[in-house]
T-cell receptor, first 115, second 111 residues
Framework: GAVVSQHPSRVICKSGTSVKIECRSL??????MFWYRQFPKKSLMLMAT?????????EQGVEKDKFLINHASLTLSTLTVTSAHPEDSSFYIC???????????FGSGTQLSVL | RKEVEQDPGPFNVPEGATVAFNCTYS??????FFWYRQDCRKEPKLLMS???SGNEDGRFTAQLNRASQYISLLIRDSKLSDSATYLC????????????FGSGTRLSIRP
């Protein structure tokens, strides 16, 4: 089945630093990838939709200058949390839709802890 | 009103019981429906798609009611390993596809 690889799985960083998270579709081309954030015991919250070769579409309330998304190829999207602060600590998950198939395949997630 | 609504639970049922969840959606133009399962601190995994005719996969049965705009998931003979959060997902196609997650229903199976 389709596989989405997400790295790193865990990041601990100091406040003010930037963190980059990668999401790769390993065996299919993903024109669209999605980025989510999940706080403990809360539901997945869509942050942005990443389209290959174009600007990402951000959900209301998500700062595009803080959460930089780059989708430069059909197999790779990155999320950079710039100048991270403790309130950015969360579980970040990416997903990709396989071609015309609307089923989503998820990365394994990144637990970000900002000290 | 949320676009996709689920009872958050938690549902706490004994092993072997039958449990059912519903999920309602607000946009009648919604076109594709799925149930995902998410374990704590893990990524969601597709459990099953939901078709208009209803579909079954082992102990799991999914139903779609377009007239009332809800989907359901029935789990029979529940196992301890069924304990998880179940997410309802609705896809809407217009100028761009939009995938909407419900907030999830937590299920806990007790011995």
């Amino acid at each position: 089945g389709a596989v989405v690889s997400q790295h790193p799985s865990r990041v601990i960083c100091k406040s003010g630093t930037s963190v980059k998270i990668e999401c790769r579709s390993l065996d299919f081309q993903a024109t669209t990838m999605f980025w989510y954030r999940q706080f403990p015991k809360k539901s997945l919250m869509l942050m942005a939709t990443s389209n290959e070769g174009s600007k990402a579409t951000y959900e209301q309330g998500v700062e595009k200058d803080k959460f930089l998304i780059n989708h430069a190829s059909l197999t790779l999207s990155t999320l950079t949390v710039t100048s991270a602060h403790p309130e950015d600590s969360s579980f970040y998950i990416c997903s990709a839709a396989q071609g015309g198939n609307e089923k989503l395949f998820f990365g394994s997630g990144t637990q970000l802890s900002v000290l | 009103r949320k676009e996709v609504e689920q009872d958050p639970g938690p549902f706490n049922v004994p092993e072997g019981a039958t449990v059912a969840f519903n999920c309602t959606y607000s946009n009648s133009a919604s076109q594709s429906f799925f149930w995902y399962r998410q374990d704590c601190r893990k990524e969601p995994k597709l459990l099953m798609s939901v078709y208009s005719s209803g579909n079954e996969d082992g102990r799991f049965t999914a139903q779609l009611n377009r007239a009332s705009q809800y989907i359901s998931l029935l789990i029979r003979d529940s196992k301890l390993s069924d304990s998880a959060t179940y997410l309802c997902v609705v896809t809407l196609y217009s100028s761009a596809s939009k995938i909407i997650f419900g907030s999830g229903t937590r299920l806990s199976i007790r011995p």
